[in-house]
């Protein structure tokens, strides 16, 4: 859930036990890939004829990721329809 522009994801949880705290915690630093470093991946990506002005139109744009396999799946099987 965003909350504009400013950089910051604002994320509400509702964990029937405090204890799913830290996977919960784990799976959206992955679906978000908060520990990609996006200085480099700017660096790397910028460098590239097609996607530079792209990648310095909007630094560090993500795309959510997935949170498990089976997600992936039912993603990319629906995307295609």
Known sequence: MSDGD???LRCVLQLEDLRD???AAKRLRH???LDADPAAVGEVLGADP???P???AVPG???PGHVDGDEL???????NR
């Open 6 to 8: 400013d950089g910051w």
């Open 21 to 23: 705290l830290t996977m």
């Open 31 to 33: 679906l978000f890939d």
């Open 50 to 52: 097609l996607l530079g």
């Open 54 to 56: 792209a990648v310095a």
């Open 61 to 63: 744009l993500r795309i």
């Open 73 to 79: 799946i039912v993603r990319a099987v629906l995307a």
